[in-house]
């Protein structure tokens, strides 16, 4: 019966986790229909991408302290309902100020759960976390990949950029009564409701939280760099729209078996430096393929890939470094919160070079820069690291 309820709870996490990306991730396949439509710039469309990720980076301190007052479990059913909410209203947008006002709502939602979904993990899955880790960023690709691959083809059938944005909210309608079945139902009842718990300090004078948020911060400025303008940049390179929407299709789906793998090779190579140079290195081989303008979805695949395992391994190096759920969500806040900041200025430069220079070589260049000094900064975690005692892989 408990590995039941088990796996039913990791189910709503599934669902849960399914929602975060979808919001996201819809918009780039559409940018050039939304530009057209809305007269904007591109530095201004980057923003639909940019805000929710700036949110992830405000909000998120909030996260830890709402969880220890009023429920963990209770606050992840809000603001999944919030991240339905404003995908909900992208039905109703008829001005660039209400679209990026319902990016707000779902960035405050997507802030929320984010660190929470940490400490949720490392609370009922204390002996399973790889596992879970898995279980989440499956979740969150897989949402990706199916915006990713759908917003096209939905704008073509549905006749509607609005519906095609607005239609992914059915995520929420299901995940929501999932949540409250499988999550809310089970805690209320339990002596595991941390309302009453005293809230961690957020480790804000950590040497090793700060190494975690470069590490975390300069890998988000990758990760949303290129889902907001991969396909804009291979058809800079004279390929069709339908190519270079592709491409992004490849770049997220390629992570749902990354994620999968994770827990198995984390298990054969608990080293955190080993992985993370690893990963970052074939990140790397993916950059210089579209700085050579070379095989755009192997480069997909590539890029895929070292985005996928560095998003989980930096998931999983907050929990590494604490011993309880309140705990974890605490550090993760924090890095979450100022890496998220970070993470958003990668779109908006993108797309201000582009605005500089006219095209995305100089783009590219900026890309493979930050890749190399994300590097550095992983040295330097991983290094920490090896001075302490790192859980391998249930």
């Not at 606050?75 to 109703?92: E, P, S, Y």
């Not at 949540?179 to 950590?206: E, G, I």
């Not at 890095?335 to 582009?354: C, F």
Request: with cysteine.
């Amino acid at each position: 019966m408990k590995r039941f309820r088990a796996t039913l709870m990791a189910l709503a996490l599934f669902m849960a986790s399914l929602n975060l990306r979808p919001a996201i991730n819809s918009i780039s396949p559409l940018l050039e229909s939304l530009r057209n439509h809305l007269g904007i710039s591109a530095s201004t469309a980057s923003l639909l991408t940019s805000i929710p990720v700036l949110c992830m980076g405000i909000f998120s301190p909030a996260a830890a302290k709402l969880g220890n007052r009023i429920g963990m479990e209770r606050v992840l059913g809000g603001a999944l309902l919030l991240v339905g909410l404003g995908t909900f209203l992208r039905f109703f947008t008829n001005s660039v100020f209400f679209l990026l006002f319902t990016a707000f709502v779902i960035g405050i939602g997507a802030a929320i759960m984010g660190p929470l979904l940490s400490g949720f993990i490392k609370r009922h899955f204390p002996h399973q976390v790889p596992k879970m880790i898995s279980v989440y960023s499956v979740a969150m690709t897989m949402g990706a990949a199916l915006a990713s691959g759908l917003a096209a083809p939905l704008q073509s059938g549905l006749h509607s950029w609005r519906a095609a944005l607005g239609i992914w909210t059915v995520l929420a309608l299901i995940a929501i009564p999932l949540w409250w079945l499988l999550v809310l139902r089970q805690v209320n009842h339990s002596k595991n409701n941390s309302a009453f718990q005293p809230s961690p300090a957020l480790p804000w004078r950590n040497p090793r939280a700060w190494l975690l948020i470069w590490s975390f911060g300069l890998s988000g400025m990758i990760f949303f760099s290129i889902t907001a303008w991969l396909p804009p940049i291979v058809q800079g390179m004279g390929y069709s729209e339908s190519y270079a929407g592709n491409a992004l299709t490849i770049f997220a789906v390629v992570q749902i078996p990354a994620n999968l793998l994770l827990p198995f090779i984390i298990k054969k190579y608990p080293s955190r430096l080993f992985l993370l140079l690893f990963f970052s290195g074939v990140e790397f081989i993916g950059f210089l393929m579209v700085y050579l303008a070379i095989f755009p979805w192997v480069a997909a695949i590539f890029l895929g890939i070292g985005a996928a395992s560095l998003f989980s391994l930096n998931l999983l190096l907050p929990i590494d470094a604490t011993t309880s759920g309140q705990e974890a969500a605490a550090w993760s806040a924090l890095i979450q919160s100022a890496g998220y900041i970070i993470s958003a200025t990668g779109p908006i430069l993108i797309g201000w070079i582009h605005d500089a220079t006219g095209g995305f070589l100089f783009s590219v260049i900026g890309l493979i820069a930050i890749n190399l000094a994300c590097m550095i900064v992983q040295f330097f975690v991983a290094f920490r690291t090896k001075k302490e005692k790192v859980p391998t892989a249930a």
